[in-house]
């Protein structure tokens, strides 16, 4: 049964959205680290949704019952079996969906903090041609629990960075949940995609590659269980590492990008 502790939202009719035969090239990429207590309770959400959707949990080499929970229900899976982190995870399930030939993915995780109901709000203009990637946005639609203090920070710096350089708002550039054409697979299937921390750096990449992106409001949730990758120490080591990865970005841009060319005011001498 889905969590009934926590509050959702109304799901649109996902047959207003989408026909039968897009549904199947929709793949919900889910990764997982240490989710035995949660990923059943993710899994039976989104089915008694009904969404017809694949589904795809990348188990990222889970120290617990998290496999042994995912072959009990025959879900499909990959199972990794050296710990690449977040990034590593999910872009394995990229790598899937392009293999697969899938159209269009949701990425979200593992932990039932991500409200499932909000995902056809995130295909909506995906599906429709206005945008290469969408990102869930907390603080445009709801947050249901209370944002540690030096994370909040970090957001809202990286939030306004990020806005400035890519010239729109982003309220929540630090989002998990988001949905993304086949053209961004492509793109996030690179070796240079992070392995850790996908964040505000892989956003910038995104429009300085030329890529659109847009937000919508999401309902996001409190863990219901475990331990968060962004809990205790985790949040300090990962600022400094997104710090250091958007200067990187930033640097490459201004090394690659084109020189403007200034007409010259010098006349040239006559040829004698």
């Given at each position: 049964m889905p969590p009934t502790t926590t509050p959702s939202t109304q799901a649109l009719p996902v047959s207003t959205l989408l026909d039968a035969d897009l549904r199947k090239q929709i793949l919900i990429v889910i990764p997982a680290h240490n989710e035995e207590e949660n990923i059943q309770l993710v899994l039976d959400e989104l089915l008694g949704l009904d969404y017809g959707f694949d589904i795809l949990v990348v188990n990222d080499a889970s120290t617990d019952h998290t496999q042994a929970v995912l072959d009990s229900r025959g879900q499909r899976s990959i199972h990794l079996n050296s710990n690449l982190g977040y990034g590593g995870a999910v872009q394995s399930g990229f790598k899937y969906a392009l293999a697969h030939g899938y159209k269009y993915v949701v990425q979200?995780?593992?932990?039932?903090?991500?409200?499932?109901?909000?995902?056809?709000?995130?295909?909506?203009?995906?599906?429709?041609?206005?945008?290469?990637?969408?990102?869930?946005?907390?603080?445009?639609?709801?947050?249901?629990?209370?944002?540690?203090?030096?994370?909040?920070?970090?957001?809202?710096?990286?939030?306004?960075?990020?806005?400035?350089?890519?010239?729109?708002?982003?309220?929540?550039?630090?989002?998990?949940?988001?949905?993304?054409?086949?053209?961004?697979l492509g793109f996030y299937a690179d070796d240079t995609y992070p392995m850790d921390y996908p964040d505000s750096d892989v956003l910038l990449?995104?429009?300085?590659?030329?890529?659109?992106?847009?937000?919508?409001?999401?309902?996001?949730?409190?863990r219901m269980r475990g331990?968060?990758?962004?809990?205790?120490?985790?949040?300090?080591?990962?600022?400094?590492?997104?710090?250091?990865?958007?200067?990187?970005?930033?640097?490459?841009?201004?090394?690659?990008r084109p020189r403007s060319i200034v007409p010259s005011t010098h006349q040239p001498t006559p040829a004698q």
């Open positions: 979200m995780d593992g932990d039932c903090q991500h409200d499932p109901k909000s995902i056809p709000a995130l295909l909506e203009p995906l599906v429709q041609g206005q945008t290469d990637v969408v990102l869930g946005s907390r603080f445009t639609g709801k947050v249901t629990y209370e944002v540690p203090a030096l994370r909040k920070v970090g957001i809202a710096f990286f939030r306004t960075l990020v806005s400035f350089f890519i010239k729109q708002p982003i309220t929540d550039p630090t989002s998990g949940f988001q949905a993304l054409n086949r053209k961004v990449e995104l429009h300085f590659s030329g890529f659109r992106i847009r937000e919508v409001p999401v309902i996001m949730r409190p331990v968060s990758i962004h809990g205790g120490w985790q949040t300090v080591y990962y600022l400094a590492k997104m710090f250091l990865a958007i200067f990187m970005v930033l640097l490459r841009h201004c090394r690659t």
